[in-house]
């Protein structure tokens, strides 16, 4: 089966059509696409243009490779050593979205005492939202400054300029879940 690209296909459309809870219908308006061109998919005896691949991706929010190849396991388990890492100075940051997600981030960061890191602005209308899990944590977002513990969320434009501290004696755990704006196109575009 993983080397039938149009089986792949139709699999991994009525799968990840399914796990979203939306009928042909539903999922078929979200793509600009009529409902039996969708059930031909599924079906796979569609010979689809990849114009239509492109409106399903997208209504699916997955990329072309997730749709034509292998259909993957209703479930994996990603060990913390298989997940994207990165250090600055004394913070540690871990990607925990293996999978992309259009328009979406979430990330652990750890800092020990005193560790400080400077947050890189996103689009335009951006919006990031910050918790403490342990430890306590000081936000500095758009010139105000936010004294998070553990359970305090603050949302703030992660468009603008802003940084992390830990304040305190211990290290602390915290979770970022960034919500991205779509970029515009350039005037005259």
Known sequence: MADDPAQNLALNIKQLRE??????????????????TWANLESGAANPTLSVLMKVAGALQV???????PPRAVARLYRAQELPLRRKGKVTVRRLLPDPIAGMELERMELTPG????????????????????GSLELTASGERFALEPGDVVVF????PHAYRNLGRQTAVAYSVVTLARALPAPGA
Do not use: N
């Open 157 to 160: 434009r992660g468009d603008q």
């Open 19 to 36: 796990a979203r809870g939306a009928t042909q219908h539903q999922i078929a308006r979200a793509a600009d696409l009529p409902r039996p």
């Open 63 to 69: 990329t072309l490779e997730e749709l034509v190849g």
């Open 115 to 134: 560790a400080s890191m400077v947050g890189v602005p996103h689009t335009p209308g951006t919006r990031e939202y910050l918790t403490c899990e342990s």
